[in-house]
């Protein structure tokens, strides 16, 4: 029988390859579905997804070491620029194990998952 945090994991990897469906850039919603799960995998102040050049540009904030109270300076951010062959399977490498993954897998798969008509992605 499956697990609560399996059952999680497929009904993700069934979102994403539902939300790479497209021809040039996918609708609004699955846009930001893109958006949010990298920002969470990479810990990012933004990032930005240029579909028809396949390439993820992320905005980290530049960690200070000298003053203990301010850690990262949101004014010098750090771009980092990720291309990719494939999103669907990029994103899938995105998926982790671990209660805050599960939880804001859960979360995800409540907010977009009604955007993959016909699956039922709520029971999680």
Not at 101 to 114: A, D, P, R, S, V
Request: negative net charge.
């Amino acid at each position: 029988m499956e697990s609560g945090k399996e059952k999680v994991c497929r009904e993700m990897q069934t979102l994403i390859a539902a939300s790479c469906i497209f021809d040039k850039r996918p609708t609004k919603e699955f846009a930001a579905f893109h958006k949010n799960l990298l920002n969470f995998f990479f810990n990012s102040i933004d990032v930005n997804i240029d579909y028809e050049n396949k390439l993820i540009s992320i905005w980290n904030s530049k960690p200070l070491a000298m003053d203990p109270i301010r850690l990262y300076d949101l004014n010098e951010a750090i771009l980092d620029r990720v291309s990719y062959n494939n999103l669907e399977e990029t994103l899938i490498g995105c998926l982790e194990e671990g209660q805050l993954q599960h939880n804001f897998y859960k979360k995800m798969l409540l907010e977009y998952g009604n955007s993959s008509k016909g699956n039922d992605m709520l029971s999680a």
